[in-house]
């Protein structure tokens, strides 16, 4: 159960501090919040526009600034277990940065409206870490946590090697429990000993995120992410796709050709989104479209909740204001409602916001609550599972939509 630790040397505590300075919007993780983030819906999870570079940049800052960052990598398999199991899809909503790994992902968006420039695979940010030049007492101090046998001793000996810009600080395989007793004081206690900048999990995606969202608290290193097939493919067990057929969105047959038991979890995903497509695709082309009525809201405060009457199209064009809106109320006491009574289109930008929205008044334990809403709102939100009770007499009407969902997948 003792990691084996690769460095013990202990780095002063101005190494954070002289990370060059990073300018972008990425970057500037101290003076931001999550009503900042340019965040976006796809089918109900958010994902960020951020390429490898700006996610490289974001990972950077917050250890300079030594602030937390969580991130997620969502790809298919993400989404569907998103919308199965609510737990899975709070551990999304609560990750500080959710970056598109998956290119049906990048497709889906697309066709909904969301302008995704590329794909930002986990390995890909991994990879543009360790390919930077390596400067004495400026490398990201890196620990594996899990992979299979040996796999993570060999990418610590690997990153090591290279001495770029990664630099392993040590390595644990806590075995296959489950994610309680891998969370127990003395594992804790090893991984934080080696003064890592990064914790990289690799448990499998579902105990793997469970363990970040349940331990992340207690981790000393800024960054945490599972990242699971990094750990293989630095440690050279499993060759990564050839660039060219990453392009073509065939990295999955790749995948199989290296794991041939990846097929079943790749079918039985194929299978829910397919599923899921025929139900809810049409609602979710529902977010296209150019704002033609500019987006308002007005913000009052009336028996202990915030009440949010918005009009006009609720679009990207519209975001700042929106935005502004949101983070107040977030800051309030008691419940959140939205009145869409008179909003016309809404995107998937908006429909982003609105779940951070709800990570935000849920963190304090109040509800977001809906009024208002056509039956193309319904349409729109059912598409993205996002079932929030209403205020007024609908509330039966939107239980449907939630036990039409979970059918669908």
């Known amino acids: 159960m003792q990691p084996m630790i690769v460095s013990k040397e202990k780095q002063p505590d101005s190494v954070s501090k002289d ?6 919007d990425v970057a500037r993780q101290a003076d931001r919040d999550d009503f900042d983030r340019d965040v976006w819906s796809i089918f109900g999870m958010p994902v960020d526009l951020a390429t490898a570079p700006e996610a490289v940049q974001a990972i950077e800052t917050a250890v300079r600034d030594r602030q937390p960052l969580s991130f997620v990598t969502p790809n298919v398999n993400f989404l569907v277990r998103c919308l199965r199991d609510s737990t899975a899809r709070r551990e999304i909503i609560n990750a500080d940065l959710s970056l598109i790994d998956g290119a049906p992902l990048v497709a889906l968006g697309r066709l909904a409206g969301v302008p995704i420039r590329e794909r930002c695979a ?5 990879n543009a870490l360790r390919l930077r030049p390596g400067f004495p007492g400026r490398r990201l101090k890196v620990f594996f946590f899990g992979g299979r046998e040996g796999a993570a001793q060999a990418a610590a000996e690997a990153v090591n090697k290279e001495a770029r810009g990664v630099e392993a600080v040590g390595f644990l395989n806590p075995g296959n429990g489950d994610v309680a007793s891998m969370s127990d004081d003395e594992t804790i206690a090893a991984v ?12 499998g995606a579902a105990k793997g995120q469970r363990w970040i969202d349940v331990n992340r608290g ?3 290193a800024p960054v945490v992410a599972h ?19 990453s392009r073509c969105g065939l990295e999955w047959a790749w995948r199989i050709k290296e794991e041939p038991t990846l097929w079943r979890r790749y079918w039985d995903d194929g299978v829910a989104l397919a599923r899921l497509l025929v139900k809810f695709g049409p609602g979710a082309l529902l977010t296209r479209g150019e704002a033609q009525a500019p987006a308002q809201c007005r913000r009052e405060r009336t028996r202990g909740e915030t009440l949010l009457e918005l009009s006009g199209d609720l679009t990207v064009a519209g975001r700042d204001l929106i935005r502004k809106e949101f983070r107040a109320a977030s800051r309030e006491t008691g419940d959140v409602v939205l009145d869409l009574s008179g909003a016309n289109g809404l995107d998937a930008s908006f429909l982003g916001l609105v779940l951070m929205l709800e990570k935000a008044v849920t963190a304090r334990g109040a ?22 009770p209403e205020k007024a ?14 059918a669908a997948v």
Do not use: C
Not at 19 to 24: A, V
Not at 122 to 126: A, L, Y
Not at 367 to 388: D, K, N, W
């Open 393 to 406: 007499v609908l509330g039966d009407e939107i239980d449907r939509d939630r036990d039409s969902f979970a």
């Open 227 to 245: 990242l699971g097939a990094v750990v293989d493919f630095t440690a050279g067990t499993i060759a990564r796709a050839p660039r060219w057929i």
């Open 122 to 126: 986990g390995s890909d940010v991994f």
């Open 192 to 203: 934080n000993a080696a003064g890592a900048d990064f914790v990289l999990v690799a448990l």
């Open 367 to 388: 509800a977001l609550r809906m009024t208002g809403l056509s039956a193309r709102h319904r349409r729109i939100l059912a598409a993205h599972a996002m079932h929030y």
């Open 218 to 220: 207690r981790l000393n």
């Open 19 to 24: 990370l060059p300075h990073l300018s972008g």
